[in-house]
């Protein structure tokens, strides 16, 4: 059957010798009337069960434990008898679990032992399988101790609370005699911790005295690492011993120890005036690394220079700072016979980026033009856009003196950035529609060279 437990023994005499007798399950402990089910069912329970010994005085069965028979509370009465019906010995038991020996179960009524007091004429002692029930109560307040200076007890186990009859008047321990360990399953919870060192501190729900420190176990389990400590009045966070830093998840450093309102976001949070500064390589003075001023520029740096290892890029880290040149493909002139604006070379010549709101774009370009007859202007110019003849910024005119000659020319241009893209690209054009306009692209050295800087600028 479901859940029962397996019985299993020897029927034997008060010799300890085994006899073919049998043994007796009575069910006690529930009221007249009631009906013992299992747990759960309509499922009744028997109320005798005699187990029958064989020839060696081995008995076998099967019966419901009592922790599956409702109502809770019930025991065992179990009676040992010979061939004859005449009872050897009988015991309560709990029986709970899927196996029960009476060999070796210890029944809820072993008689202890009593060493009788001295001085006293009303004691209780428990030992063996006896369980105690209801409430221990002094018979006079605050008389009675649990344990003595001499002898304590080892271990307490509290299903609930240990509570003092008035708010903040008692002691758990001394100052002189504390407690070893505490074990809390949940919480421990009080107004202040305070440490047992001399000299805590007065204030505070932890309480720790100069020379205290918070510390942690490390990952392998070899040292201790110091999180929170002082250093005569300085507060010291982490431990360089460890390797691994501080992080910080949530949480910020806030400047209270000035007149005036700190930032009210970000880790790291200063007043308009605070500077974040170091101490310089011949311990004589500080060094500014970061700050702002009173019209809310931010200072980075001193005077001595700023080191940078990597790039500056704008706020939205989508643009880098920097100088980018462009040249002609080297592989011929560019000739052109169009009286409107062309583009010179949409692959080579022309530079496309993001010019962010607050950066700038200076586009500087230079090269050789001539023209098939002389003293015929000839047009050049910077363009934003991907299409021919639109989009012109700057442009600009030169006459070459002789037919087939060579003139110099130059032009340049910036572009305030607006978050948007722009695409910058030379267009060259001729007054004469019969008159060709031609750039020098002879080889990467006589070609044309256009140069971009890209950067924060007001």
């Avoid at 747990?39 to 060696?56: C, D, K, M, P, Y």
């Avoid at 989508?318 to 980018?324: E, F, L, S």
Wanted: a negative charge.
């Amino acid at each position: 059957m479901a859940g029962a437990v397996t019985v299993s023994g020897n029927t034997q005499d008060q010799t300890g010798a085994n006899v073919q007798g049998y043994a007796v399950f009575t069910l006690l402990n529930f009221s007249a009337g009631t009906l013992p089910r299992v747990l759960g069912t309509t499922t009744i329970v028997e109320r005798i069960h005699r187990f029958q010994a064989n020839a060696s005085g081995v008995i076998s069965g099967t019966l419901f434990g009592n922790d599956q028979i409702d109502p809770a509370g019930t025991v065992y009465l179990v009676s040992i008898l010979d061939a004859s019906g005449n009872e050897i010995s009988e015991a309560l038991f709990n029986i709970t679990g899927s196996t029960f020996n009476i060999n070796s179960a210890t029944p809820i009524t072993v008689s202890p032992v009593v060493t009788p007091p001295i001085g006293d004429t009303t004691y209780q002692r428990l030992d063996g399988g006896n369980n105690a029930t209801g409430s221990y109560v002094p018979a006079t307040n605050n008389a009675s101790d649990l344990g003595s200076a001499s002898s304590g007890w080892r271990t307490g186990y509290f299903s609930t609370s240990v509570l003092s009859r008035t708010n903040n008047t008692a002691d758990l321990g001394t100052a002189a005699i504390g407690w070893r360990t505490g074990y809390f399953a949940t919480s421990a919870i009080s107004a202040a911790f305070v440490s047992k060192t001399v000299n805590p501190a007065a204030l505070g729900a932890v309480r720790l005295a100069n020379g205290d420190f918070l510390n942690f176990r490390n990952s392998g389990n070899s040292a201790d690492l110091n999180i929170l400590s002082m250093n005569g009045n300085t507060t010291v966070l982490g431990d360089v011993s460890g390797g691994g830093g501080i992080q910080a998840n949530g949480l910020f450093l806030q400047d209270i120890g000035n007149a005036g309102t700190a930032a009210g976001s970000g880790w790291l949070r200063l007043q308009n005036s605070d500077k974040v500064k170091s101490r310089n390589n011949a311990n004589s003075a500080d060094i500014n690394i970061i700050g702002t001023t009173a019209s809310d520029i931010v200072d980075v740096g001193d005077t001595s220079g700023i080191g940078l290892a990597g790039v500056i890029q704008n706020q939205a880290h989508t643009v880098t700072m920097g100088i980018t040149q462009k040249k002609g493909s080297g592989a011929g002139n560019y000739t052109s016979a169009s009286a409107t604006y062309v583009r010179v070379d949409s692959t080579n010549l022309k530079f496309t980026t993001v010019i962010p709101t607050g950066w700038k774009l200076s586009a500087n370009c230079s090269g050789a033009i001539s023209s098939l007859t002389a003293a015929v202007n000839v047009l050049f110019a910077l363009a934003d856009g991907t299409a021919d003849n639109t989009g012109i910024i700057s442009a600009s005119i030169a006459t070459p003196a002789l037919a087939g000659g060579w003139a110099s020319f130059s032009i340049n241009t910036v572009v305030t950035g607006d978050g948007a893209s722009h695409t910058i690209n030379l267009q060259y054009a001729t007054t004469n529609a019969l008159d060709s306009v031609t750039i020098q692209n002879t080889d990467t050295i006589n070609t044309v060279v256009m140069a971009f800087t890209l950067m924060p600028s007001n």
